[in-house]
């Protein structure tokens, strides 16, 4: 594992993500669909919209966003390239750039669905540091999760089913933390009230990297 | 895993674990009240389930040290049996609940968690069935079982210890620890564990057999 090679890697995802704007665009269409799905189907007021079904539906939006981004991290990628990163990179690279990139990615994408969130269900978030830290280390747990699963699923036949019940189940940990820290943090607690979660988050994201990064060159082989 | 002393140990202690479990005096709590003769036989079963998922696990990093059929075998049949295990668990829990808190599924943390636990499971088998090639599928599943393992962990024991719970010893309950200072429990408590933990790996043994000689049929066939 090299520092020149995870860069590497990296901005070959970037580049290729840039050049096929399609994907990207879809996965953004699919958010802001999403989120104008729930704001028809609850036909409230977005005053009246209680807190915890606020924090609930973002994070189901979020999740389900996500399983649909990093689907593509390896299902998408053909036996070729596969091979060709075989003898250019070591296992242990690309599991560390693709983990990298979909953090990044999928960070950016809560950031711009709590943009189009909040805009029709309305922001009650009181706490914006606490709330943007949460979302970094929720993508982080979610982006590793879901590209080693994505790694599995890929190896299967109806992989993209595979990818969620595999991946949803193995997800629930990460989740319930990062609503709890994000409930904290649209009733405006104290940041000293969330760090024994956010360490609890914190931890759950560096045993998954761990076991990521080290089981990945045993799918990879295959 | 041939020799016989250690069935023979294992149906004397089922025995009197059904025996005494029932007919032994137990301490008079109040909501419990007879119920608590519960712990031999829900307890036990979570802790029979922890062991032969344990041992499917390190069968699964040994498959990955060394690769050979025998281990999988053994990972895959140890995780059966352990969600066989984890199902009783949930199942005795809910006739229980059902007495002692008036309704089999009440939400309650543990319940949830161990839901969750065997979607985990049960999404290990899927995988194992949707993989067509046997050295493939046995690699892919056994790091599936790893990431499975290494989740159960928080999901079972740090997520539900930061929540108030009905369940007996979270919330300010009454759990064994406190309760059992006459010892009464003890008394059948320990052979429960060792017995219904020994009768798991029984059975498992009885699976890695049939499995053993159906490979043997395939690999006639062919």
Known sequence: MLFSEISGLLKKEITIELRQKYAINGILLYLAGTVFICYLSINLQATQLHPIIWNALYWIILLFTAVNAVAKSFLHESAGLMTYYYTIASGQSIIASKIIYYSLLLTGLAVIGLGFYGLVLGNPVQNPGLFIINIMLGSVGMATTLSLVSSIAAKAQNNQTLLAILGLPLLIPVLLMSIKISKNALDGLPWASSYDELAVLGSIDAIVCALAIILFPYIWRS | ?222
């Open chain 2, 1 to 222: 895993m041939k020799s016989v002393w250690w069935k023979i140990l294992c149906v004397l202690l089922l025995l009197y674990t059904v025996v005494g479990g029932f007919l032994m005096d137990v301490p008079r709590l109040h909501i419990l009240n007879e119920s608590i003769r519960n712990t031999f036989f829900h307890v036990p079963m979570w802790l029979g389930m922890m062991t032969l998922l344990l041992i499917s696990a390190i069968y699964s990093v040994l498959y990955l040290k060394k690769p050979s059929l025998r281990y999988d075998v053994f990972a895959s049949e140890f995780a059966k049996t352990g969600i066989l295990f984890g199902v009783l668990g949930v199942v005795t829990g809910m006739i229980w609940a059902k007495f002692t808190w008036t309704s089999a599924w009440s939400g309650d943390p543990k319940q949830n968690n161990a839901a969750i636990a065997l979607l985990i499971y049960l999404a290990y088998l899927l995988l194992r069935n949707s993989l067509k090639d046997p050295q493939q599928r046995s690699r892919i599943s056994a790091v599936y079982n790893i990431l499975a393992f290494s989740t159960l962990i928080p999901l079972l024991y740090i997520l539900p210890a930061q929540t108030d719970s009905l369940h007996p010893g979270s919330g300010g309950n009454a759990a064994f620890a406190d309760i059992d200072l006459d010892n009464r429990l003890r008394v059948v408590f320990y052979p429960a564990v060792i017995g219904w933990t020994l009768l798991g790996i029984w059975l498992s043994t009885i699976g890695i057999r049939i499995q053993n000689i159906k490979n043997r049929f395939d690999y006639i066939k062919k």
